[in-house]
């Protein structure tokens, strides 16, 4: 079973900025949804963002006007560029991909990248 490749994460100071990545290995399937949830500790994953195959965008109230996500249907890859860091934003970040093969849909998850912002 392929697995989402995640890339990005890291500690920075509030304020800052991060850029994700994330790329969902082969071809045979196109793009429904692919985003990133977070889950900070001791609460539940919630969505961040995520971008349509199509390229239609919807982000949680906490990201507006400081995340940014795209996508490379390409590459199958996403990018989300986290500007304005807080120390709220800290959690573990996971990619999702909700993708379509011939057979029908299957749903991914990344391992989780680590996202720390100091105060």
């Known amino acids: 079973q392929e697995q989402l490749v995640e890339s990005g994460g890291g500690l920075v100071q509030a304020g800052g900025s991060l850029k994700l990545s994330c790329t969902a290995p082969g071809s045979t399937f196109s793009i429904n949804y692919m985003g990133w949830y977070r889950q900070p500790p001791g609460k539940q994953r919630e969505l961040v963002a995520r971008?349509?195959?199509?390229?239609?965008?919807d982000y949680a109230d906490s990201a507006v006007g400081r995340f940014t996500i795209s996508i490379d249907n390409n590459k199958n890859t996403i990018s989300l560029q986290m500007d304005n860091l807080k120390p709220e934003d800290s959690a573990v970040y996971y990619c999702?991909?909700?993708?379509?093969?011939?057979?029908?849909?299957?749903?991914?998850w990344g391992q989780g990248t680590q996202v720390t912002v100091s105060p």
């Open positions: 999702h991909a909700d993708l379509i093969y011939e057979w029908g849909g299957y749903e991914f």
């Open positions: 971008v349509s195959g199509g390229g239609r965008a």
